[in-house]
Structure formats: structure tokens, C-alpha cells
């Protein structure tokens, strides 16, 4: 009684795991669960050590063993390791369909094979049950212990029990599986099939070809063998799953490898380990794509083998009989589909051909440029033959030699430099021959000439073909490639095609240029007289302006567009070019067009903050000349002109007024220096005396003040006239310009009445030293800078910088002020003109600081914009003596 209760609860494990165990082979649980469940039940009921599971391949009599670890329950797939099935323990289990318990694995009765992988891995007692489906024995259980006898009957009954639901599930999900892949072979048949008529290129087509067999019978990758026109070697036309591109240069002869070995039985080759098999043509890289079983089948078109399909994996014996058979069936559909792409490819290839041709045809009738002509005929031939290159040759009869004259990619350096004998080289030869000759690889072929260029390009095959004129030959058209090419007859048919064509663009071209020159010939007179015109019209002095209707400008010439700073802009109209003159120019212009005569007037414009003077001369065209209203107009730049008008005016007036003022001056000195003295003298005893203490006192000390400021301004005024009016000093010595600015912004800056301004100062540190005089450079920058500062009232900031471009020293005062008016700029550098109110100016500074800078070889430019303020720069030049 008692040992019936203690097995009642193994008994009930025992159900439960049959049960568990059944539902699982009906369900959708994968594989790898059914093993997990299978192990964790079977370690409930029966101590073992390891258990494991062994499936058989019947067609290659080989097994697999799946090691379910009790410790971990998960199992450890196989990998790529697959044993011989013959002499093993496991093949006596599997033919007799027993169960097979062993006391102690040492024995002789367990084959030795499976005597020695028992042993190695520890165990010493074992039981192997059979797994037994519908179509008998598909593999075995194998429990294994360290000790002896480590199992009894019960364990083998409990085992056997459990192996009949495992069997039935791995059973089950095989036929699943099998369902799967029937499935997916069917579907990717009918792929095939759509894609016969759903891609029409080549390379479409082969891709998917490619992918359909991956997915079709899991394979790593797959590759395509095409055979070559002449039926002796396969070459690799596409691929899918390989590492690298080195597929891409494999071309195996037919019968060499296992590629050529199915190509030439026309039967499939099916290789379980690529690593043992003797026929394999390229180990080195099937080593490196880790290629371990292949499948290859012939491709068929009408019965005629046309290629090779091969699929191929990385895990050994991957492919079976049954995959075989689908990839047969697969192959008779795939070369279908490539014969129709090649076909329809064909067709396209003939019509490119056709289209090229018409071109052509269309550039030699169309254009009359010879160049342009042999540009499309060669650009043409160049892409319809998938030609790298193409250039043409003419034969110089005089000399027996062709020239080249054009290419597509060669500079024209090169170009210059062919010349070939008639009868030498491939081109010579086809020349004198009249006929298309070639070379499939120039590297060889001891007829090519300049075989250094051939170096340079990396141009390996070419074809010549002649130009022909009836019987005259007159040049070559040729093509040129970088693989090692035979050109095929129909290509040779095609390019005397394109050279016929080329042959009539150079006859063409000769005509056209015999014509020409006869044209050249009688224009050339009136493009001499046209050319004399332009010349004249663009070295005048003058700006040049045509003016249409409403006065827009119609063209100028390049002196116009420095007269007036640029803006000689077509569709411009003239009065906007001119500012505030704009108006009564364009009324003067007007005027002379309504008169029908030549008229001038001078005008002073504002042209880049710059006062300049401008003689216009409006000049009307007749409307046989032109459209009726039409004028010309000339603009001359007489700025400097009037400028030493001027000064020649003012030179003689204050030559007179020198003299005058010399005199009056020193005549004036002695009695204001009495009186000056006198009244300092008063002062000075009206300080000390008693009359300080009178009412009249205060008013007496104003009055006495009053007459010795006057009296010292007076002396001041004589002593300026002086001044202007000496000879210029001649004492000068070099000199550093930037410590004499320096110290001038110092002085200026440290006046109370510009205490709110900034001086700023930017110096040139590689300024050269200059020869001038110090003293009077030193009023000319002291009188520009408190310039600067008292027209912005003591505030705002003046920079003075200095420079020394190309060949002279330039010091620039610009200031934030208000800016000169343009009414007042042009007299700005007039003695005694002053914008400052009476008793405050003499109006004789910037006339002393011009006079000293153009005593010095120099000048003052100024430039001004009002509301944006001034910049005086003081230029003078480099003398003999400076670095």
C-alpha cells in the first residue's frame, strides 16, 4: 500500500507531462520551446547528467545532436556540425526502433564511434529512446549519467513515454515548416513568372532572379554565369550575398570548377562541402566569402544552355534533393525571363543606334560649324558603342600623314601632337585599307602606335574606321575603351555609319569655309572701317554717351563710365547720373536736339563727395543717322583745368596783394606795437595806482583792455599776411610724421573747449621717415585738427591716420561733424573765406596749410558729406631720401 501511494505522484507527473507535451505538438509554439518543456518535464521524473537530442538527415545519412542542458533548460542549437549516421549507436536505434539502455558505456556492445563521444564527455551509464513519427524513426533521445548504472526500467518506460509526444511535435513542425516553404516556393515561381513580363532590362531582371533564389531556398547568396558569344567561358553577370566584389572579375571556362562543370554536363552539381571538393577553381575566395555548399543549375533557353545559376551558403550540406528540384524548375523560368530582357534589350540597343544615327544626320545638315558637327557625330558613336573615347583624323595628302584634329577628352595640346603615316598604326591602316580595322587590347598588339598615351589614359581596345568620299579617303573616325574589347560586326557596321556621316561634315565644312572666305574677303573693308571707329570711339579722351529718345543711356564708352564714376549703366537715364544738375542738363540736351545743333555748357556735380567741373557737348543725330531724337553727348573732366584757371587768377591777384599786404603790414607793426605797448603800460599803472579807487576806473581798465586785444589781434592778422605771403622756408630734415601727429593730437586734446571730443589716432608703424619742415607741417596739422574739432562744437571724435600707399604719405583728419555744403566746398581753400562768424577767423588758415603742402610737392583732397561729417588728407610725396 505504501508503495502504491509513494508512485501515485510520479505517476501523475508522468500525466501531466504527457499532457503538457501533447498540447504543445498541436500548438504554434516553436521548436525550441517544445525542447525546453520536453527537458523540464523529463528532469521532474528521471536523474540524468545531460540530455540531448539527435535528429537525422536520412538522404545524407548523417545527424545532428541538440544538447538540452538540465541546468539551464535551453537548448544549444548545432551549429554547422552534422556526423555520419553509419556505425554509430544511434543507426542501430534508429533500424531497430528499440530502446537502448547501457550499465556502463565502456562496453563493447556500443559501436565505437559513439562509444568515444560518450566517454569524452564524462558519462559512464546512458539510454537512448527513439523518436518515432508517421514515416518512422526520425532521430533519438539520449539521458547520460557520470555513474554506472545510473538508470532503471522505470526511467526507460518514463522516458520512452515522454519520446512519443516529442516526436510527434518535432514531426508536426516539420511538416509545418515543409507547408511553409511549398508555400513560398510556389509564390516565388509565380513571381518568376510576372517577372518575365515585368522588368525588361537585363540587369533588373538577373537581380531579381538573384534575390528570388535567396529567398527561395534560404540561401546565402546567389550568382549568375552568362556565357560569351562564343559559348567557351562563363562570366559573372550579377550577384547577391557575397562580401565582396570580387565576383565581379571571376570568368571561369566552361568545364573548369564547379561553375564549368555544370555548364558543360547541363546537369546540376550539388556539393555538400566546398572545402573537400577538388573541382573548386577559386578556393582562395570561397575561403574569404566563408562558402561552404553550393547548388548549381543550368540556365535553358529553347534547350540551349545560356548561363549557370548558383546558389551558395555558408553552413555545409545546407542545400537537399527537394531544393535541387526547385531550383530547377526555377532556372527554366529564370532563363526566360533573361532571354526576353536580352530581346527587348536588343530592340532598345537598335533604336539607341538608329536615334545616334539621325543626329548625326541632323548635325551635319543642321549646323555649319565643323566643330560643333564633330562634337554630336562623336559624342554619338562615343555613347551608342559605351565607348570611354572617340576622336577624328584628317589626311594631310600632302605629307601622307593623318592629324588629329579632334577628341572629346584629350587637351588640345595632344590633340596637335598625333600624327600617324598613312598605312602605319591601326588608324593607318584602316585608312589605306578602307576598311574598319581594330584592336581587342592595344597593350599587345605591336601595330599601335604612341603606346605612352595608351599609358596615360588607361585605354585598352580600339577600332578605326575611314572617312570616305567615293574612293578618297580623307580621315578615320575612332573609338577607344578601357577593358579588353573585340568589337562585334555589327558595332564595325555602326561606326562606318557615324564615319560616313563625319566624312560629309568635313566636306561640308570645306565648302563652307571656302565660302566664308570669299565673305571674309569682301567684308573685310568695311570691318576695318567699323573696327577704326570703335578704336577712335573707345581711346577718346572724352566720355562718350548715346542717348535714345528719353534721354536713357544707350551705350557708352569706358572713359564715360570714369567721368562720372561708374555709372554709365545701359537703360540708365542721364539726368539721374548728373544729381542735382540732372534736370537742367537734361533741358540743355533737349534744347540742342530741338535746334538741330552742337552745344555746350560746363556744370560743377558733386561725384563721389567731390566737387568736379564737366564741359558738356550736346550733339544731335539726324534721324537718317538714327531714330529721330537720338544724341550724342560728350563729357569732359576740365576739374583741374579750371582749378589752375583759378589759381592762376588768384596767384596773380595775391602776388599784387602780397606786395600790398607785405608793405601795409610792416607799415602797420611798428604803431600797433605802440600802441599795444602803451596800453599794457596803462594797465599796468591803473592796476597799481589810486586811481583805482575812482567810479571811471572799471570802465577806463575795459577800455585800455579792449585796445590791446584788438591791437595783439591786429599784430596777429599782419603777422598771418606775412606769413602768407614770405617765401617758403627751406629748412627741412627728415622726419618721423607719426611722433609730429602724435604730439599734434596731444596739444589739441588738452585744449578745455574740446574737452568732450576723442581724438583717435591710427598710425602706420611702417611709416617712413620724410623730408619736410617740421614747424610748418606741424601748423598745417595743428590748423586741420582744431578744425576738425570746432566744427563739432567740442564733441564727437576725430581720427587721424596715417599710411603710406604705393608712392606716397597720406595723413587723413576725419571728424563725425556736420559736414561741408556742396555750394561752399569748391571755396573752401580761398584766402579770407570763412563760413565763422566776423572777428572770429581770418579765413587765411586752410589757404597757409595748402600753400605749405603744395610747397612741399603735395596736396589736400577733401572729401565731405553733410550730416556724416569731413575728411582733409594731407598727401605728400616720397621724397629721395626716405626707406
Not at 564549368?260 to 573548386?280: K, L
Not at 536580352?342 to 536615334?355: C, D, F, G, I
Not at 572617312?467 to 577593358?483: F, N, S
Request: charged share 25%; aromatic share 4%.
Amino acid at each position: 500500500m505504501a508503495a502504491g501511494t509513494r508512485a501515485t505522484p510520479k505517476i501523475r507527473r508522468v500525466i501531466t507531462a504527457l499532457d503538457e507535451l501533447t498540447r504543445l505538438s498541436v500548438s504554434t509554439s516553436s521548436i525550441d520551446d517544445v525542447l525546453r518543456v520536453f527537458a523540464e518535464k523529463l528532469a521532474t521524473l528521471v536523474w540524468f547528467d545531460s540530455l540531448g537530442v539527435s535528429l537525422v538527415d536520412t538522404e545524407r545519412c548523417q545527424f545532428e545532436t541538440i544538447d538540452l542542458l538540465t541546468r539551464d533548460m535551453s537548448p544549444t542549437p548545432p551549429g554547422d556540425v552534422r556526423l555520419p549516421l553509419a556505425g554509430t549507436l544511434l543507426a542501430q536505434v534508429i533500424a531497430t526502433g528499440d530502446v537502448h539502455r547501457e550499465d556502463d558505456v565502456a562496453t563493447a556492445a556500443i559501436p565505437e564511434a559513439s562509444r568515444q563521444q560518450l566517454l569524452e564527455h564524462g558519462s559512464r551509464s546512458m539510454i537512448m529512446v527513439p523518436l518515432v513519427a508517421r514515416g518512422g524513426a526520425i532521430g533519438a533521445v539520449t539521458l547520460a549519467a557520470v555513474r554506472p548504472a545510473g538508470f532503471d526500467d522505470a526511467d526507460v518506460e518514463v522516458a520512452a513515454q515522454l519520446a512519443r509526444p516529442l516526436a510527434s511535435a518535432i514531426d508536426q513542425r516539420r511538416l509545418v515548416e515543409e507547408t511553409r516553404h511549398r508555400a513560398e516556393e510556389l509564390e516565388a515561381l509565380s513571381a518568376t513568372s510576372q517577372l518575365i513580363t515585368a522588368h525588361l532590362d537585363v540587369a533588373s531582371v538577373l537581380d531579381r532572379i538573384n534575390r528570388s533564389v535567396t529567398e527561395l531556398i534560404g540561401s546565402t547568396g546567389c550568382a549568375i554565369g552568362l556565357l560569351d558569344t562564343s559559348g567557351t567561358s562563363l562570366t559573372h553577370a550579377a550577384a547577391h550575398g557575397y562580401r565582396t566584389d570580387e565576383w565581379r572579375a571571376l570568368a571561369v571556362p566552361v568545364g573548369d570548377g564547379i561553375i564549368g562543370a555544370c555548364a558543360q554536363s547541363g546537369a546540376a552539381v550539388r556539393v555538400d562541402d566546398i572545402r573537400t571538393d577538388p573541382r573548386s577553381a577559386r578556393r582562395d575566395i570561397d575561403e574569404r566569402e566563408d562558402i561552404r555548399s553550393m547548388l548549381c543549375v543550368p540556365l535553358r533557353v529553347g534547350g540551349a544552355i545560356i548561363g549557370v545559376i548558383s546558389a551558395f551558403s555558408t553552413r555545409p550540406a545546407a542545400f537537399t534533393t527537394h531544393h535541387q528540384g526547385v531550383l530547377h524548375a526555377f532556372a527554366e523560368q529564370a532563363g526566360i525571363a533573361i532571354a526576353n530582357a536580352r530581346l527587348y534589350e536588343e530592340t532598345e540597343r537598335r533604336a539607341r543606334e538608329t536615334r545616334a544615327l539621325f543626329e548625326a544626320g541632323r548635325a551635319v545638315t543642321a549646323s555649319l560649324d565643323p566643330r560643333e558637327t564633330m562634337r554630336v557625330i562623336m559624342e554619338q558613336a562615343r555613347n551608342v558603342l559605351g565607348a570611354a573615347s572617340c576622336g577624328i583624323m584628317t589626311l594631310d595628302a600632302a605629307a601622307g600623314e593623318l592629324v588629329s584634329v579632334a577628341s572629346l577628352d584629350l587637351p588640345p595640346t595632344q590633340i596637335s601632337a598625333i600624327r600617324i603615316k598613312e598605312g602605319e598604326g591601326i588608324t593607318g591602316l584602316a585608312v589605306r585599307a578602307h576598311r574598319p580595322v581594330q584592336s581587342a587590347d592595344l597593350l599587345n598588339d605591336p601595330r599601335h602606335r604612341y603606346s605612352e598615351l595608351q599609358r596615360e589614359t588607361g585605354l585598352r581596345s580600339m577600332i578605326a574606321a575611314p572617312l570616305l568620299l567615293g574612293d578618297l579617303a580623307i580621315g578615320a573616325l575612332v573609338v577607344l575603351r578601357r577593358d579588353v574589347h573585340e568589337f562585334s560586326r555589327a558595332e564595325e557596321e555602326l561606326l562606318v555609319a557615324f564615319a560616313d556621316q563625319a566624312a560629309i561634315a568635313l566636306q561640308h565644312a570645306r565648302l563652307y569655309e571656302n565660302l566664308e572666305s570669299v565673305v571674309a574677303a569682301r567684308t573685310h573693308e568695311l570691318d576695318a572701317e567699323k573696327r577704326f571707329v570703335e578704336v577712335a570711339l573707345e581711346s577718346l579722351p572724352l566720355g562718350v554717351f548715346v542717348l535714345d529718345a528719353e534721354l536713357r543711356v544707350v551705350r557708352a564708352n569706358p572713359e564715360a563710365a570714369r567721368v562720372l564714376a561708374g555709372a554709365a549703366t545701359p537703360g540708365v537715364a542721364f539726368a539721374a547720373l548728373l544729381g542735382e544738375r540732372g534736370d537742367p542738363v537734361e533741358t540743355f540736351i533737349r534744347d540742342a536736339c530741338t535746334r538741330q545743333r552742337v552745344d555746350r555748357t560746363e556744370e560743377e556735380l558733386v561725384i563721389d563727395s567731390e566737387v568736379r567741373t564737366v564741359r558738356l557737348t550736346a550733339a544731335p543725330l539726324p534721324p537718317a543717322a538714327l531714330t529721330a531724337g537720338h544724341a550724342v553727348v560728350l563729357v569732359e573732366d576740365i576739374t583741374i583745368a579750371k582749378r589752375l584757371e583759378r589759381q592762376m587768377l588768384l596767384t596773380e591777384r595775391l602776388t599784387t596783394a602780397g606786395r600790398l599786404a607785405s608793405g601795409v603790414a610792416h607799415e602797420l607793426n611798428n604803431p600797433l606795437a605802440t600802441i599795444a605797448g602803451c596800453a599794457e603800460a596803462l594797465l599796468g599803472r591803473l592796476r597799481e595806482g589810486e586811481e583805482t579807487r575812482s567810479a571811471d576806473a572799471a570802465d577806463f581798465a575795459h577800455y585800455l583792455g579792449l585796445i590791446e586785444e584788438e591791437a595783439y589781434r591786429c599784430k596777429e592778422i599782419t603777422s598771418s599776411l606775412l606769413q602768407f605771403v614770405r617765401e617758403p622756408g627751406s629748412r627741412r630734415s627728415p622726419t618721423d610724421l607719426n611722433a609730429l601727429v602724435q604730439k599734434a593730437a596731444e596739444l589739441v586734446s588738452h585744449q578745455s573747449r574740446f574737452a568732450e571730443s576723442r581724438v583717435v589716432t591710427e598710425l602706420d608703424p611702417e611709416l617712413p621717415m620724410t623730408t619736410v619742415n617740421e614747424g610748418q607741417l606741424r601748423q598745417v596739422f595743428l590748423g586741420l585738427a582744431g578744425n576738425a574739432l570746432e566744427a563739432m562744437d567740442g564733441r564727437g571724435m576725430l581720427t587721424i591716420r596715417t599710411r603710406a600707399p604705393r608712392d606716397e604719405i597720406q595723413i587723413e583728419f576725419a571728424d563725425t561733424g556736420p559736414g561741408i555744403p556742396d555750394s561752399v566746398l569748391p571755396r573752401i581753400f580761398d584766402p579770407f573765406f570763412t563760413t565763422k562768424p566776423p572777428g572770429q577767423g581770418t579765413g587765411l588758415g586752410l589757404a597757409i596749410a595748402q600753400g605749405i603742402v603744395a610747397d612741399h610737392g603735395g596736396r589736400i583732397d577733401v572729401r565731405s558729406r553733410v550730416g556724416e561729417g569731413s575728411v582733409f588728407r594731407v598727401a605728400l610725396p616720397r621724397t629721395p631720401g626716405d626707406p
